[in-house]
């Protein structure tokens, strides 16, 4: 019984491990795809798609699938994907954006719907939770291994036109006007490796889920980002202090 339990512990971290790479390489997906979308899907052309497929190369994405997600960009293979955004509340009223990149609107509108009404949830309209979000560019710069500290790096981000700047012990966060986000980067990026540089939602203020809609709560945002289609989940909640 030992033998076979410790096979079902391996296994299940195993689980745990691909499912969350699974996720890494859905999130890089996206990326790749806009950054190409956004530009030529040549990266010797693109800077943000060569760094975006310098994650990729970290990650140990495989290649066909980079490759995969810069034809949907330019259309190979006849496929065309749309980029939408569904909005609408979890369990407890928590607001909940949904980023999706499909090529069947039908398909991943039905799964969004779904997942929300499975978790005590509900699908709103467009507008419904959007306004609850500040739209910011995003850049992330990691401390290992950097030879600079705090206060020059945030020079060079006002510089750059940053609106803001966050400090923790693994990385800088930046904060840009999207508009700002293209300058803001390629200014960076001749003094810095870039760990991430998007466009990202934010929420103005988080609703603290209720204790008893925490695991309904985490079921939906576990489903929404099963989905192949969807490639980010915004969230406009916390969970309780007691609840990792």
């Known amino acids: 019984m030992s033998g076979h339990s410790k096979w079902h512990n391996i296994q299940g971290r195993k689980n745990a491990q691909d499912a969350k790479r699974g996720k890494i390489f859905q999130k890089i997906s996206r990326d790749l795809y806009q950054a190409a979308k956004a530009g030529d899907p040549d990266p010797a052309n693109n800077p943000q798609l060569r760094l975006v497929m310098e994650k990729a190369r970290a990650a140990n994405m495989p290649k066909d699938n ?16 749309e980029e939408i955004t569904y909005e609408g509340y979890g369990p407890g009223g928590t607001a909940v954006m949904v980023a999706a990149l499909t090529d069947n609107k039908n398909r991943t509108a039905a799964a969004v719907r779904s997942a929300f009404t499975h978790h005590g949830g509900s699908l709103g309209a467009a507008g419904s939770v959007s306004y609850m979000f500040d739209r910011k560019g995003y850049i992330v710069i990691l401390r290992d291994g ?31 006007d999207p508009s700002s986000l293209t300058a803001a980067r390629d200014a960076l990026q001749e003094k810095y490796n870039l760990d991430t540089a998007e466009v990202r939602m934010f929420p103005e203020n988080t609703t603290e889920v209720p204790e008893d809609k925490v695991s309904q709560y985490q079921g939906l945002i576990d489903e929404l980002e099963a989905n192949d289609d969807v490639s980010d989940v915004y969230e406009a909640a916390k969970l309780p202090e007691n609840v990792e």
Request: aromatic share 6%; net charge negative; hydrophobic share 45%.
């Open 66 to 81: 980079v490759q995969r997600a810069i034809d949907k960009a330019s259309g190979a293979g006849g496929a065309k994907f």
């Open 146 to 176: 950097l030879d600079a500290d705090e206060d020059t790096v945030l020079m060079d981000a006002l510089d750059a036109g940053a609106d803001d700047m966050k400090t923790s012990d693994d990385q800088f966060e930046i904060f840009t």
